[in-house]
């Protein structure tokens, strides 16, 4: 049972537009989740997190949006550049935060984005 | 920034042979490690749960006699793939969890092959 689901296994955007990647989760009791970024043969890098209180956290070229009701997330690059070029997971956890650390992750998308 | 160190990278075994991999927080002390493992193109699933001091939390369908994790002190967790088969082969990122309300930081990952 796939909690955390990226309906999109790549995604291809031209430098300096949006790269929007999308994510949805079945668990209601989901209250953090997570954006990581990840190249070939390395560990995931944490990219931005959203509290279930909030629906947008900004930092930089990265927003990720949470709409509750939806049971779907989404987060935001722009402007892009190759250099963001990696796999993009999405992450969610419960109970206040980090279930102890606890991530489920989605299946991952891989993001290209051409100069 | 915190960083989780996980040795070694890239380790070729025969099969039947035990392969220790090592995760160790470099600047801080982890309370909590975790084990994920990752097929090719697929998410990170969460093998085990690691506590300092006590017995490792193992997630469904994964054998702990198998998978032996130790987590003798709070910066150091082991994870050791005994009678290593084929099948084992995949990539093994460890992550760690200080305290506090803060996103996992992972190590780096080792791919593991079972000739």
């Known amino acids: 049972d796939q909690q955390v689901k990226q309906n999109s296994p790549s995604l291809s955007v031209q430098e300096g537009r949006i790269s929007i990647l999308n994510c949805d989760y079945t668990?209601?009791?989901?209250?953090?989740f997570l954006w990581y970024k990840k190249y070939p043969a390395e560990g995931p890098t944490f990219l931005i997190s959203?509290?279930?209180?909030?629906d947008k956290n900004e930092d930089g070229r990265f927003t990720v949006f949470l709409n509750k009701s939806a049971k779907h997330l989404s987060l935001h690059i722009v402007p892009s550049q190759p250099g963001d070029s990696a796999v993009y997971f999405c992450a969610a956890s419960g109970r206040n935060g980090n279930q102890g650390g606890k991530l489920i992750f989605g299946q991952g998308t891989e993001l290209s984005v051409k100069p | 920034g915190a960083v989780v160190s996980q040795h070694p990278s890239r380790v070729i075994c025969k099969s039947g042979t035990s392969v220790k991999i090592e995760c160790r927080s470099l600047?801080?002390?982890?309370?909590?490690m975790f084990w994920y493992r990752q097929f090719p193109k697929q998410s990170l699933m969460l093998m085990a749960t690691s506590n300092e001091g006590s017995k490792a939390t193992y997630e469904q369908g994964v054998e702990k006699d198998k998978f032996l994790i130790n987590h003798a002190s709070l910066t150091l967790s082991t994870l050791t793939v005994t009678s290593a088969h084929p099948e084992d082969s995949s990539f093994y990122i460890c992550?760690?969890?200080?305290?506090?309300?803060?996103?996992?930081?992972f190590g780096n990952g080792t791919r593991l092959t079972v000739t």
């Open positions: 959203i509290s279930s209180i909030k």
């Open positions: 992550s760690a969890l200080g305290g506090g309300f803060s996103p996992l930081h």
């Open positions: 600047d801080f002390q982890a309370t909590t």
């Open positions: 668990n209601s009791m989901f209250d953090y």
